[in-house]
Antibody
């Protein structure tokens, strides 16, 4: 079945880096745009970044621009999020999501938790 | 950035009764291609979000027909015709018309 599985979360000190992965299965990964969305504890959803199906275009929220980098390996059906210069405000559950037509996010992973703390 | 404002933020509803959530955008969500990229998502407790509605009023696959979306321009509404226990959770509107993509603050639906 169609599935997204995030990994790579954990506890990290402020200023350090972390790389998240999102493994896709059950669909042709290389034909879909992919997003990362995060949710701080007890808060709402915050969109972070999008990468086109072929990696040709990337968009970022201002809050992560210059610190986070989205990438993908279509041969491995995997999406990545490289997070640098982490701060306590980056503490959240990080979801990867598939973009269906019409800029709607139709498949979501269960999320991976990132805690930035000294 | 387009600001999405949902009302109410909390909605206690009796089982079997209707519920309605409003979402207003700070500017028109009509894209230059003529489409309006407004969707609704549901997040049940402890679960990831789930797509309910896309392009204002199109129900996603598997979504019960008690869910409906309407609106245009800057004002949009999600309606549940008869609330069931499984509908408890937080509902978000989301705009994809302009980057950055933005979400409403969320509306918590609870049973009275």
């Amino acid at each position: 079945q169609v599935q997204l599985v995030e990994s790579g979360g954990g506890v990290v000190q402020p200023g350090r880096s972390l790389r998240l992965s999102c493994a896709a299965s059950g669909f042709t990964f290389s034909t879909f745009g992919m997003h990362w969305v995060r949710q701080a504890p007890g808060k709402g959803l915050e969109w972070m970044t999008l990468i086109f199906f072929d990696g040709s275009h990337k968009y970022y929220a201002d809050s992560v621009k210059g610190r986070f980098t989205i990438s993908r390996d279509n041969s491995r059906n995997t999406l990545y999020l490289q997070m640098n210069s982490l701060t306590t405000e980056d503490t959240a559950v990080y979801y990867c999501a598939r973009e269906a037509r019409y800029f709607a996010l139709d498949v979501w992973g269960k999320g991976t938790t990132v805690t930035v703390s000294s | 950035d387009i600001v999405m404002t949902q009302t109410p933020l909390s909605s206690p509803v009796t089982l079997g009764q209707p519920a309605s959530i409003s979402c207003r955008s700070s500017q028109s969500l009509v894209h230059s291609d003529g489409n309006t990229y407004l969707s609704w998502l549901q997040q049940r407790p402890g679960q990831p979000p789930r797509l309910l509605i896309y392009k204002i009023s199109n129900r996603f696959s598997g979504v019960p027909d008690r869910f409906s979306g309407s609106g245009a321009g800057t004002d949009f509404t999600l309606k549940i015709s008869r609330v069931e226990a499984e509908d408890v959770g937080v509902y978000y509107c989301m705009q994809g018309t302009q980057f950055p993509i933005t979400f409403g603050q969320g509306t918590r639906l609870e049973i009275k």
